[in-house]
């Protein structure tokens, strides 16, 4: 049976194994997909192992995404841009490609799932780290009218916009200095993780504004609080994980997996 799995540290609380069981099961594929702990240092020898067992495919999450990007033979567009690659694919040559989900994972919830536009809007997005970079391109490839990232630390906003000046226009400040009236608001800052909310100016939502908070839980984050009290329509970040696993499940696989159902089982058992 082909095999695959997800690694990290930790892994007992990956929801992954459940998403791609329900997949195969959905879309009749004869696939394993188990959970794979390795030492923080320890990345490369249990892939190694995993591959040498005869594995086809593997799922990668904190902290071994750069190491992930490091492991693999060949990348992506998407994987090169975000810096980070958080699937790895055996191809029929025998090499591994790296690829990124995480952004297509994003943008097929908002506009899949969500029924939201990214088109010609203007999108702010919050946070300038690894999440961050690693949406940017297939944000950007959505021609959005504007995007702007907002960051604490407003020097790597600024960074971040000129490494991806050439995919499009975008534009950066701290989080203190942002233009007003934004359709689309993206929290992928790791604010909510400590339940913090960014000081952002409500003024920064335009009228029917969406927002979106990358994390998500039991309990809507301070930021879809913040964003639903300004008449924004909110969203955590159940589908953006759902999204990337059906991405990596389609490039494994060649089949798209539908996420609708999956997303019902995954949140009924998150509350
Ligand atoms: P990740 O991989 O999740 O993006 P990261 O690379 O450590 O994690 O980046 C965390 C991001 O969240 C950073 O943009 C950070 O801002 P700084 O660059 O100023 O550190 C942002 N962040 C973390 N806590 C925050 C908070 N309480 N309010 C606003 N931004 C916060």
Redesign the pocket.
Same mark, same amino acid.
């Given at each position: 049976m082909d095999k695959y799995a997800v690694i990290g540290n930790p892994i007992k609380q990956s929801m992954s194994p459940d998403i791609h069981a329900a997949f195969a099961n959905e879309t009749g594929q004869d696939m394993e997909y188990g959970k794979l702990f390795a030492e923080v240092d320890g990345f490369k020898g249990v892939v190694d192992q995993f591959f040498a067992d005869g594995a086809r495919g593997l799922n990668v999450t904190?902290p071994f995404k750069l190491d992930a990007f490091e492991y693999a033979d060949e990348l992506t567009e998407r994987a090169r841009t975000a810096g980070a690659v958080n699937t790895l694919a055996l191809q029929g040559d025998g090499t591994l490609l790296g690829d990124n989900t995480d952004g297509a994972g994003l943008v097929s919830d908002i506009k899949q799932h969500l029924g939201w536009v990214i088109r010609g809007k203007r999108v702010l997005i /919050?946070? =300038?780290?690894?999440?961050? &970079?690693?949406t940017l391109l297939p944000l950007l490839e959505e021609k959005p009218a504007e995007l702007h990232i907002a960051? &604490?630390?407003a020097q790597?906003?600024r960074q971040l916009a000129e490494d991806f000046s050439g995919y499009g226009s975008i534009t950066a400040s701290g /989080?203190d200095a942002v233009p007003d009236g934004f359709e689309l608001i993206i929290n992928? #800052? =790791? =604010?909510s /993780? #400590?339940g913090? /909310? @960014? @000081?952002l100016s409500p003024r920064a939502l335009a009228e029917g504004c969406c927002a979106y908070d990358m994390v998500y839980g039991a309990q809507p984050t301070p930021f879809m609080h913040w964003a639903t009290g300004l008449g924004a329509e909110v969203s955590d970040g159940l589908g953006m994980l759902v999204g990337q696993a059906a991405e990596s499940f389609a490039l494994w696989r060649g089949v798209r997996p539908r996420v609708e159902p999956v997303l019902g089982m995954l949140r009924e058992r998150l509350l």
């Open positions: 904190a /919050l946070g =300038a780290g690894g999440a961050t &970079r690693g960051n &604490r630390t790597k906003a /989080l992928a #800052s =790791a =604010a /993780l #400590s913090e /909310l @960014p @000081p």
